[in-house]
Nanobody, 127 residues
Framework: QAQLVESGGGLVQPGGSLRLACSGSGFNLDYFTIGWFRQAPEKVREGVSCITYRTFITNYAAFTEGRFTISRDVAKNTVFLEIDRLSPEDTAVYYC????????????????????WGQGTQVTVSA
């Protein structure tokens, strides 16, 4: 069964860094725009970043403030999200999602546009 699988979450101290991975199992990410989203406790899910396929154009939510970096590793069929200078406000379940169709000029951070979702990986930032 084709699926997206997130990994790399965990418990990290404030100021630390993490690299989350979104891998395709039976799912060739080369043909999909990939988005990262997060949902904190008692909050709505929000878009974090996305990257198109083929053109590798990236888009970031305003709150990322240069601390988040999305990238693709085609050879590994994986999209990464690096997060630096983590703060407790970054605590959330992080999800990756895939959007098919033609390559957009800029990818969307609206979760309703994404068709396939992973199960999420928990990121907890605490001292």
């Amino acid at each position: 069964q084709a699926q997206l699988v997130e990994s790399g979450g965990g418990l990290v101290q404030p100021g630390g860094s993490l690299r989350l991975a979104c891998s395709g199992s039976g799912f060739n990410l080369d043909y999909f725009t990939i988005g990262w989203f997060r949902q904190a406790p008692e909050k709505v899910r929000e878009g974090v970043s996305c990257i198109t396929y083929r053109t590798f154009i990236t888009n970031y939510a305003a709150f990322t403030e240069g601390r988040f970096t999305i990238s693709r590793d085609v050879a590994k069929n994986t999209v990464f999200l690096e997060i630096d200078r983590l703060s407790p406000e970054d605590t959330a379940v992080y999800y990756c999602a895939a959007l098919g169709g033609e390559v957009p000029a800029i990818c969307s951070l609206r979760d309703g546009q994404y068709h396939w979702w992973g199960q999420g990986t928990q990121v907890t930032v605490s001292a």
